[in-house]
């Protein structure tokens, strides 16, 4: 099974993904079919039949439920079995027979799934309240083979620009990494950043960066399990959402968010930044994908430097996270064995 943060919410689908139609996708290692009821409403379960293990997904839906198209066994909005063709409508139903059903929510143009316990209230999606009211978006999508975590670390690795994208963002070649100042919680990572040329200066002091950081708003900011926002301007932002679907790949939703609203101009433009973060984006792809370990928690072998101080914590935060869900002895052996920030001092990573 795929190893992710459990009881979060994961945006797994931009909400027009799901029309009226059935939808079989695979997410955090999971099959999983989506559905829509007539008011609208998105569900998701298991893509497995209860009954003999057919795919869900490859069925119907009919008067809001969803039919199994191996015997014809419905199924309501909550996974259970409504009705069982060869027992007739006087048979009685087992209460084992249920399809597993997922909470979801759907916002921001996002439908999100809750991967974790069931309950009677849930936190807050985790998204940003800035992105919240008011903006226009255009999105990319591309799935990338490569493990959730080395994905996510790419996008806080502040070092790269003047080698992966020396003919685009990094073409000033400013490769000397003043800080980056980090803060960091179990909610997230906020990033300070800037890059200069290397003129042999000495880097800044930590009460040099965290006084720059007091009066700007972060450059890059993450939220845990997975949504990402580059600060190109008040106006002007960028944003992923990565859904891991199994442990070999990973699925970006690249939004760039904007106050265009005149329809043409906003198509032009959001059709332009689409072209630019993609090739951007696919810079980063073919370093990424040479990466090894896949998942960076196996990466003990990594020796990480200053300029990594939002990668350590990203790695920090996500084993502790992971550790704090009681995981089994092995999965614990994993983790101790898996995770090396040991290369980074604390003091570095602990700002
Ligand atoms: S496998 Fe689905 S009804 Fe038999
Ligand atoms: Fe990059």
Same mark, same amino acid.
């Given at each position: 099974?795929? &190893?992710?943060?459990?009881?979060?919410?994961?945006?797994?689908?931009?909400?027009?993904?799901?029309?009226?139609? *059935? =939808?079989?996708?695979?997410?955090?290692?999971?099959?999983?079919? #989506?559905?829509?009821?007539?008011?609208?409403?998105?569900?998701?379960?298991?893509?497995?039949?209860?009954? %003999?293990?057919?795919?869900?997904?490859? +069925?119907?839906?009919?008067?809001?439920?969803?039919?199994?198209?191996?015997? +014809?066994?419905?199924?309501?909005?909550?996974?259970?079995?409504?009705?069982?063709?060869?027992?007739?409508?006087? +048979?009685?139903?087992?209460?084992?027979?249920?399809? &597993?059903? #997922?909470?979801?929510?759907?916002?921001?143009?996002?439908?999100? *799934?809750?991967?974790?316990?069931?309950?009677?209230?849930?936190?807050? *999606?985790?998204?940003?309240?800035? =992105?919240?009211?008011?903006?226009?978006? +255009?999105?990319?999508?591309?799935?990338?083979?490569?493990?959730?975590?080395?994905?996510?670390?790419?996008?806080?690795?502040v070092a790269?620009?003047?080698?992966?994208?020396?003919?685009?963002?990094?073409?000033?070649?400013?490769?000397f990494v003043e800080g980056p100042y980090v803060e960091a919680? $179990?909610?997230?990572?906020k990033v300070w950043v800037t890059n200069s040329?290397d003129a042999g200066q000495r880097p800044r002091s930590p009460a040099e960066l965290a006084e720059t950081a007091a009066t700007k708003?972060p450059g890059?900011?993450? @939220?845990?399990?997975?949504?990402?926002?580059?600060? %190109?301007?008040?106006?002007?932002?960028?944003?992923?959402?990565?859904?891991?679907?199994?442990?070999?790949?990973?699925?970006?939703?690249?939004?760039?968010?904007?106050?265009?609203?005149?329809? @043409?101009? &906003?198509?032009?433009?959001?059709? @332009?930044?689409?072209?630019?973060?993609?090739?951007?984006?696919?810079?980063?792809?073919?370093?990424?994908?040479?990466?090894?370990?896949?998942?960076?928690?196996?990466?003990?072998?990594?020796?990480?430097i200053r300029s990594d101080r939002a990668?350590g914590q990203?790695?920090? *935060?996500?084993?502790?996270?992971?550790?704090?869900?009681?995981?089994?002895?092995?999965?614990?052996?994993?983790?101790? $064995?898996?995770?090396?920030?040991?290369?980074i001092k604390d003091d570095a990573l602990d700002r």
């Amino acid at each position: 099974m795929m &190893r992710v943060l459990e009881n979060q919410w994961y945006p797994v689908l931009e909400s027009r993904e799901l029309g009226h139609k *059935l =939808l079989g996708v695979e997410r955090l290692g999971r099959q999983l079919a #989506f559905w829509r009821t007539t008011d609208g409403l998105p569900h998701a379960h298991h893509d497995r039949c209860p009954h %003999l293990g057919a795919s869900l997904s490859s +069925g119907k839906i009919i008067n809001n439920h969803l039919v199994c198209p191996f015997h +014809g066994f419905e199924f309501d909005r909550d996974g259970k079995c409504k009705h069982i063709p060869a027992i007739g409508r006087k +048979g009685k139903i087992s209460k084992a027979i249920a399809a &597993r059903h #997922f909470p979801l929510r759907e916002e921001f143009g996002f439908i999100w *799934l809750w991967w974790g316990e069931e309950s009677e209230s849930y936190p807050e *999606l985790p998204y940003f309240n800035t =992105l919240k009211v008011g903006w226009q978006y +255009g999105t990319v999508v591309t799935e990338w083979p490569v493990h959730y975590t080395r994905a996510i670390e790419n996008q806080l690795d502040v070092a790269h620009l003047a080698f992966v994208h020396r003919t685009t963002i990094g073409a000033t070649g400013n490769s000397f990494v003043e800080g980056p100042y980090v803060e960091a919680d $179990e909610h997230g990572i906020k990033v300070w950043v800037t890059n200069s040329k290397d003129a042999g200066q000495r880097p800044r002091s930590p009460a040099e960066l965290a006084e720059t950081a007091a009066t700007k708003e972060p450059g890059l900011r993450f @939220l845990f399990p997975g949504v990402w926002l580059l600060n %190109l301007s008040p106006r002007l932002k960028n944003f992923i959402a990565f859904v891991p679907i199994n442990e070999q790949k990973t699925r970006y939703y690249l939004r760039v968010y904007h106050h265009i609203s005149i329809p @043409l101009i &906003r198509q032009v433009f959001e059709f @332009l930044m689409g072209i630019s973060n993609r090739i951007i984006l696919n810079q980063d792809k073919r370093v990424v994908l040479t990466q090894t370990p896949s998942n960076s928690l196996n990466a003990h072998q990594d020796r990480l430097i200053r300029s990594d101080r939002a990668v350590g914590q990203f790695r920090r *935060l996500l084993a502790r996270l992971l550790e704090a869900e009681a995981p089994s002895c092995q999965q614990k052996t994993i983790m101790n $064995e898996g995770l090396n920030t040991s290369s980074i001092k604390d003091d570095a990573l602990d700002r």
